[in-house]
């Protein structure tokens, strides 16, 4: 069944109070729940409580036998007249045999919640859609020695001991929230705690919970917390607002985590990290989920969603608030070419595919399937662009209304435009096509120069490609950061400003340009677009060594690097020097620091490659990409070997420490592409000295791409000394899922039968499913072997987790962009999953609209 935006209706019955009773145990809990429930509105329909996989044991209405039928999944109830009432029912459910973690389930023996968005339905009957609010009263109780400690939301108000080891809590939340925002956790779990004090002087306790043993790895999420607190308060003036605030890490969890009011529920990933265990990128991710989470308590559950098509107003506010607060924690250039490189990777190839859609989305048909690089991290570019048109400051006075004005209640997207609107001043009504419309705006850009006159002028036009169900296109507001810069000075000719351009085609003209200028457009991506200028030759290659806006400088240099490897997979002859020239530049510039440095010398992978070509042959891009990975590396072998030898010691989180491993990195990888001993022997050496989990993961993996015996011996090295880590061990997986060689279809067969491999645990499956599937040449080989490998992981993980399985599926969708007979493969298999009886929706509304 579809479900569509537009039949939105204001739920019949409201409940004002939940009050739940849980009896704790893995194998047999029993919920007893009591709503108040009011009607809402006049009408005379009866009360309708959602329920999934439950069934009730009891129903009472005010203390009274109820008249009630199940109507599906659907407990309808009777209500009669009545104004309000007590609706009270009872549920056993089976936590141990919950593999699809939503609602309560067993991890690693704690029990744990999560509810968003329809899980909460798997607990108890409840109409669990978040425009009903409510505030909740929890009282569980457990084996006291199994589980000794047991959180909920808000704070705790009683608790006491049962009878026969049994021990019990109960814990009451001030806050009205969402079904999807109710949390529990019950465990022999361990806290790192700390304090906050907030900008208006109260003391907030803090807690990580954690098995005792992963104690020591806390330290970075709590300084993140704090950091993050600090921070929502001096940007957004935005204050925690209970006494307490709790974060619990889980091994299984669907997704990153969770923002549950008061009580976070983490995948144990973006918690845990210490110098042996975790990379510089997972340091950052870390901050980055735990900012999110933590800032959600004001964009997500103060102020929540009316209904599941407004995802993206908690979500893409979220996110552009996270990648700020990183942005101002580290290097701002640098974060923004990682946030554009992600979008670049995940959204723009869905915003082009067949499960494209807006960022408020008309219909779906699993509402799980929709948390997407479209609703998060486009989302996040659409208020990032509001930021843009209007100004910080006006930008400030819009989030202020909005907070202020929708507390305590569930609104859309088009609130929060509202308020923007009115606090700036700037009409949006144009903009909120950015809502509405799916797609990638094509942007081509031209710049006259008239000598004589000493004027310039740019001609602009935009097109936003048909997507599925939208066939045309209306005109969009694409503000456009632009300056021009003196071909052979460097100077600025024109002062950067944003130039909007909000009409299929316009016109800019720039006066008192005396110099040859160079077009510096959509400086720090600030349209999430793809840009087309016609530019000539050398033009690059001077914006790459001289535009001001890092991030333009950066898109220069990639642009160089584009046009060698599009030629090569086209089959043309390339001419190398201009970007090996250009790469060698950056490399040796002193006013370059090593962060940006490393972030800019990345060559692009062969799946955004194959985005920028009418139709894909894999094998074609791989062999360009190496071609282009050795041709560098052999023109700047020492370069690359000076960079190669510089450390920096793993206890650094600076940025100028994280550049130089990155760069590290870089470098060893290009050595090994031009020359694999030596690639091998300084790999060895760098494996053999890390002191860190960065150069010791980048050593691997420039290992696990090679031939020689260093490589087994490095592999069962990292194995030996992380067996049991479970973090740890994820990388092994996929470094070796992810290796360019020829048999690394046969390594993932192998690893799917290994000891440590499991389907039930999501970050071991995407480990290996996951990582070969995103490595498009083995992806790609064995005439459809590889398919028919994700495929079969497809619908065996379907029967477990249907959530995880259906994110799997994407990779498959993309059947339409490959030549022959690569389509066909992939198509084939998508159908094999659809003939499979008994499939999820979740996979099933992926792969349907793969194959429409
Ligand atoms: N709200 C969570 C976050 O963005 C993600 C929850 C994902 N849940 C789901 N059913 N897809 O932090
Ligand atoms: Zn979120």
């Not at 990183?326 to 974060?335: E, I, P, R, T």
């Amino acid at each position: 069944v579809t479900i569509w935006r537009k039949d939105y209706r204001p739920p019949d019955w409201l409940v004002p109070e939940v009050s739940l009773d849980i009896a704790l145990d893995p194998a047999s809990t029993r919920v007893r729940s009591s709503l108040k429930v009011e009607r809402n509105g006049a009408h005379d329909r009866p009360l309708r409580l959602a329920g999934d996989e439950i069934r009730p044991l009891t129903v009472t209405v005010d203390g009274a036998e109820a008249r009630w039928t199940l109507d599906g999944d659907t407990l309808v109830i009777d209500l009669g007249g009545a104004e309000h009432a007590v609706v009270e029912t009872e549920v056993e459910i089976v936590p141990q045999d919950n593999s699809k973690l939503m609602g309560l389930y067993a991890s690693g023996g704690i029990l744990c919640t999560q509810c968003e968005s329809e899980g909460f339905r798997r607990i108890t009957f409840h109409p669990d859609r978040p425009d009903v609010l409510s505030v909740y009263r929890v009282r569980m109780s457990a084996n006291k020695a199994r589980f000794p400690i047991l959180l909920a939301n808000g704070n705790e108000i009683a608790k006491g001991e049962g009878d026969d080891g049994t021990h019990w809590a109960e814990w009451h939340d001030p806050f009205p929230k969402p079904s999807y925002l109710f949390a529990l956790v019950a465990g022999d779990l361990a806290a790192n705690r700390d304090s906050f004090t907030t900008m208006s002087g109260r003391k907030v306790d803090l807690a990580i919970w954690v098995r005792e043993r992963d104690l020591p790895r806390t330290g970075h999420a709590m300084e993140s917390l704090k950091a993050a607190m600090k921070w929502d308060e001096k940007v957004y003036g935005r204050e925690y607002d209970l006494d307490l605030f709790n974060i619990v890490a889980v091994d299984d969890f669907n997704f990153g985590a969770m923002e549950n009011k008061g009580l976070n529920i983490f995948n144990s990933r973006y918690v845990l990290a210490d110098q042996d265990s975790a990379t510089d990128a997972d340091f950052d991710a870390i901050a980055g989920v735990v900012a999110h989470e933590y800032f959600h308590n004001w964009s997500g559950d103060r102020v929540t969603c009316r209904d599941w098509f407004q995802l993206s107003l908690k979500e893409g506010f979220t996110v552009f608030r996270d990648q700020s607060f990183s942005a101002d924690m580290g290097s701002a250039a640098v974060k923004r070419i990682e946030d554009v490189r992600l979008l670049r990777a995940v959204q723009f190839p869905e915003d082009s595919g067949p499960l494209a859609h807006p960022v408020r989305p008309e219909s779906f048909i699993e509402i799980a399937n929709f948390y997407t690089a479209t609703i998060y991290n486009k989302g996040a570019e659409v208020i990032r662009m509001m930021h843009t048109l209007m100004g910080a400051e006006a930008f400030r006075r819009g989030t202020d209304l909005y907070f202020e004005r929708f507390d305590g209640q569930a609104v859309t997207c088009d609130d929060f435009v509202d308020a923007m609107e009115e606090a700036s001043g700037v009409d949006l009504s144009q903009f909120r096509l950015w809502y509405s419309q799916a797609g990638t705006p094509h942007v081509t850009a031209r710049l006259e120069h008239d000598t004589g006159a000493a004027r310039a002028t740019l001609h602009l036009a935009q097109a936003v490609p048909a997507t599925p169900g939208q066939a045309d296109k209306q005109p969009m507001v694409l503000p456009l950061r632009t300056a021009l810069i003196g071909t052979d000075s460097g100077r600025e000719l024109a002062a950067e400003r944003v130039i909007t351009l909000n009409e299929p085609s316009m016109s800019v003209v720039f006066e008192n340009v005396d110099e040859a200028p160079l077009l510096s457009i959509n400086r720090g991506f600030s349209t999430p677009a793809v840009i087309d200028v016609a530019r000539k030759s050398g033009e690059l290659e001077r914006l790459a060594q001289t535009d001001a806006d890092p991030f333009a400088r950066f898109e220069a240099l990639q642009d160089l690097m584009y046009r060698a490897l599009l030629a090569g997979a086209r089959g043309e002859t390339v001419d190398y020097d201009p970007v090996v020239a250009a790469m060698g530049a950056t490399l040796r510039s002193n006013a370059l620091d090593t962060a940006f440095k490393g972030e800019a010398l990345i060559i692009p992978g062969e799946s955004v490659i194959g985005d920028r070509l009418p139709l894909v042959d894999p094998q074609a891009v791989h062999e360009s990409r190496d071609a282009l990975r050795g041709a560098v590396g052999a023109s700047l072998a020492d370069d690359l070997t000076a960079v190669q030898a510089i450390t920096a010691s793993g206890g650094d989180l600076s940025p100028e420490a994280k550049g130089t491993r990155r760069l590290r990195a870089v470098a060893l990888g290009l050595i090994a592409a031009a020359d694999p001993s030596r690639g091998a022997a300084l790999a060895k050496a760098q494996y053999d000295s890390a002191d860190n989990m960065t150069d010791r993961q980048a050593a691997l993996a420039t290992l696990a791409n090679l031939k020689g015996p260093e490589r087994a011996e490095a592999l069962d090295d990292f194995y030996r000394r992380h067996r049991g880590d479970t973090l740890v061990i994820d990388k092994w997986f996929s470094l070796q899922a992810m290796a360019g060689r020829p048999d690394t279809l046969d390594q993932v067969e192998t690893l799917r039968r290994h000891p440590d491999f499991t389907m039930k645990n999501p970050n071991r499956l995407r480990a290996l499913a996951g990582a070969f599937a995103a490595n498009p040449w083995v992806f790609h080989s064995g005439e459809g072997r590889g398919y028919r490998m994700l495929a079969d992981f497809v619908i065996a993980a379907d029967a477990i987790n249907p959530q995880v399985a259906a994110r799997l599926v994407p990779p498959l969708g993309r059947w339409r962009r490959f030549v022959e007979p690569y389509a066909g493969r992939m198509r084939a298999e998508l159908e094999r999953i659809a003939g499979t009886p008994g499939l999820s929706k979740d996979v099933f509304e992926q792969v349907s609209k793969s194959l429409a």
